[in-house]
T-cell receptor
Framework: GQNIDQPTEMTATEGAIVQINCTYQTSGFNGLFWYQQHAGEAPTFLSYNVLDGLEEKGRFSSFLSRSKGYSYLLLKELQMKDSASYLCAVRSADRGSTLGRLYFGRGTQLTVWP | ETGVTQTPRHLVMGMTNKKSLKCEQHLGHNAMYWYKQSAKKPLELMFVYNFKEQTENNSVPSRFSPECPNSSHLFLHLHTLQPEDSALYLC??????????????FGPGTRLTVT
């Protein structure tokens, strides 16, 4: 089966740095995605990792270690607007599927305090 | 209109009603998806369409019936639902490839309440 695990909740203060971890056990790994979802809104794409290492995009970075089944999303210089749920999703390469379906974690609710 | 749109945004229906959810994407994608998002649960994939053909049905009860008339439109027809079907229903689209980024773009969802 597929298992994606991430913390349920995290809190941090404005200007700080926070790291949201994600561990996974899936078959046929074919990429890991991070999405941000504000309450009542659509999930929006943040980052994609398929090779080991760090991908940086402005204040957000994402890291992947395929051998450890581990990723993290790093958010720097936190702002109030970063309060949201962060979803980790792994794309597997299911046999017979040409699309590679996504398996999502439950999401990490991040609250940023002033 | 850009991105992925969904209507209605909110829906309250009785267990004997029949209703439909609509999704439309303006991104030129050829793959479309229905997901169910319940409180404290991961996003659950329901159906996948690739070039208007259904390629996945994730053991979804028959009271949910999808329809994809073309690559830009996706419907979810609902009938005789149960209270536990109350959830946020999200539509997404992407390019139909498992290679490369090809991230999924999500609509804002329909908040469904079954009474």
């Amino acid at each position: 089966g597929q298992n994606i695990d991430q913390p349920t909740e995290m809190t941090a203060t404005e200007g700080a740095i926070v790291q949201i971890n994600c561990t996974y056990q899936t078959s046929g790994f074919n990429g890991l995605f991070w999405y941000q979802q504000h309450a009542g809104e659509a999930p929006t794409f943040l980052s994609y990792n398929v090779l080991d290492g760090l991908e940086e995009k402005g204040r957000f970075s994402s890291f992947l270690s395929r051998s450890k089944g581990y990723s993290y999303l790093l958010l720097k210089e936190l702002q109030m607007k970063d309060s949201a749920s962060y979803l980790c999703a792994v794309r597997s390469a299911d046999r017979g599927s040409t699309l590679g379906r996504l398996y999502f974690g439950r999401g990490t609710q991040l609250t940023v305090w002033p | 209109e850009t991105g992925v749109t969904q209507t209605p945004r909110h829906l309250v229906m009785g267990m004997t009603n029949k209703k439909s959810l609509k999704c439309e994407q303006h991104l030129g994608h050829n793959a479309m998806y229905w997901y169910k998002q319940s409180a404290k649960k991961p996003l659950e994939l329901m159906f996948v369409y690739n070039f208007k053909e259904q390629t996945e049905n994730n053991s979804v009860p028959s009271r949910f019936s999808p329809e994809c008339p073309n690559s830009s439109h996706l419907f979810l027809h609902l009938h005789t639902l149960q209270p536990e079907d109350s959830a946020l229903y999200l539509c997404a689209s992407s390019q139909p490839s498992s290679v490369g980024k090809n991230e999924q773009y999500f609509g804002p969802g329909t908040r469904l309440t079954v009474t």
